[in-house]
T-cell receptor, first 114, second 111 residues
Framework: DAGVTQSPTHLIKTRGQQVTLRCSPI?????VSWYQQVLGQGPQFIFQ???????GRGNFPDRFSARQFPNYSSELNVNALLLGDSALYLC?????????????FGDGTRLSIL | AQSVTQLGSHVSVSEGALVLLRCNYS??????LFWYVQYPNQGLQLLLK??????LVKGINGFEAEFKKSETSFHLTKPSAHMSDAAEYFC?????????FGTGTSLTVIP
């Protein structure tokens, strides 16, 4: 079975631009979470979506938004990109709404801001 | 706010030696606790999780962790290190339906 897939794998943008990252969860998983991992640090929780609704949100500015589609795939959007947004963006899926269920991570999208 | 502290950003052990990676958390209520491993250019893989069923939790690849409420700790151990264990290890806490990761410990295994 396919794991969590993220696209693109790498992306280069310039300050002020907008970016959309995509995530396809494991088949049957209805929860998708997004994390930002800055180089040398642990992942930071951005959002969780379950059944197309936002169920959790970390301490990120409104420039970050996300949505989940009827097929449970998800997009993360970041507007007005800053140099500090350079990071590995990880998507994780799980069966249930509660984040204590095992989360399965994709390999991430590496975003570089010039 | 929750915090997760991993003591030692880099740990080196000889192949066959004991692996001990330390994690302390701050929480007013017993949280859900996790250890994840990350290999270069990959996502995170769950090693084990604590959900209050038992204080000693066994995970994959021979790893285990012990929950000590009095010390607010959840240290990860493996009796005998293997070369394939070299990776970045993250301790994490889930509470209030948010996930909090530590800053990670990079494990080097010396042949």
């Amino acid at each position: 079975d396919a794991g969590v897939t993220q696209s693109p794998t790498h992306l280069i943008k310039t300050r002020g631009q907008q970016v959309t990252l995509r995530c396809s969860p494991i088949s049957g998983h209805k929860s998708v979470s997004w994390y930002q991992q800055v180089l040398g640090q642990g992942p930071q929780f951005i959002f969780q979506y379950y059944e197309k609704e936002e169920r959790g949100r970390g301490n990120f500015p409104d420039r970050f938004s996300a949505r989940q589609f009827p097929n449970y795939s998800s997009e993360l959007n970041v507007n007005a990109l800053l140099l500090g947004d350079s990071a590995l963006y990880l998507c994780a899926s799980s069966l249930g709404q509660n984040l204590n269920r095992p989360q399965h991570f994709g390999d991430g999208t590496r975003l570089s801001i010039l | 706010a929750q915090s997760v502290t991993q003591l030692g950003s880099h740990v080196s052990v000889s192949e066959g030696a004991l692996v001990l990676l330390r994690c302390n958390y701050s929480s007013s209520v017993p949280p859900y606790l996790f250890w994840y491993v990350q290999y270069p250019n990959q996502g995170l893989q769950l090693l084990l999780k604590y959900t209050s069923a038992a204080t000693l939790v066994k995970g994959i690849n021979g790893f285990e962790a012990e929950f000590k409420k009095s010390e607010t700790s959840f240290h990860l151990t493996k009796p005998s290190a293997h070369m394939s264990d070299a990776a970045e290890y993250f301790c994490a806490v889930m509470t209030g339906n948010q996930f909090y990761f530590g800053t990670g410990t990079s494990l080097t295994v010396i042949p």
